[in-house]
């Protein structure tokens, strides 16, 4: 969005995305924590596809040829009330991110240390707050970012491969995981 519409643009885009994951740490709280609740199998069951998906993503990102080309227009007059909810439309309706929060977030909840819910509300509390942090960070650089990527494609390609990286790591840490 910073990219077309410019950075102040980008940062609402940016905000209204972060704010859309607590649409999904909402989900993940319900979820995951009736899951746990009825039956210790089904949240096994949960991190081995959570771990499967992020390892799908992981080649996913192996496969990719780098960012394609960004193409600049000239920012329009849209209200950033509506940008900013357009963001969190995007982030709350994206089935992917349902996913992500359902196979990344379990893997760092101990049953044994209390209430799961809680602990699941807490981590997607912490990844929304950071989501707002890096979601601002990008609507503001991603002009320059964009440009930059442009110049240099093999950039990218070395982005998605350290990407591809850390979701295979934490794929199989989540399968792993007891």
């Known amino acids: 969005m910073g990219v077309s519409k410019g950075r102040k643009r980008g940062i609402i885009f940016g905000l209204g995305c972060a704010i859309g994951c607590l649409s999904h740490t909402v989900l993940a709280v319900i979820g995951v924590s009736t899951m746990i609740a009825a039956s210790p199998a089904a949240f096994t069951a949960l991190k081995v596809a959570g771990g499967l998906y992020l390892i799908w993503l992981a080649i996913n990102a192996f496969r990719s040829r780098g960012c ?4 600049t227009v ?30 990344f977030l379990p893997q760092f909840i101990t049953p ?14 912490a990844f929304t707050a950071q989501a707002a942090v ?45």
Do not use: T
């Open 74 to 103: 000239p920012a329009g007059e849209e209200a950033l009330a509506k940008l900013f909810f357009k963001g969190i439309f995007a982030n709350a309706i994206n089935p992917k991110v349902v996913l992500f929060f359902l196979s």
């Open 134 to 178: 890096l979601f601002g960070l990008l609507g503001y650089f991603s002009g320059s970012i964009g440009q930059w990527l442009n110049a240099k494609p093999r950039a990218g390609m070395i982005l998605d491969s350290i990407a591809g990286a850390v979701f295979v790591a934490l794929g199989l840490r989540l399968i792993v995981s007891r």
């Open 112 to 125: 044994s240390n209390g209430n799961v819910g809680w602990q699941m509300a807490a981590l997607g509390v």
């Open 68 to 71: 394609a080309k960004v193409e």
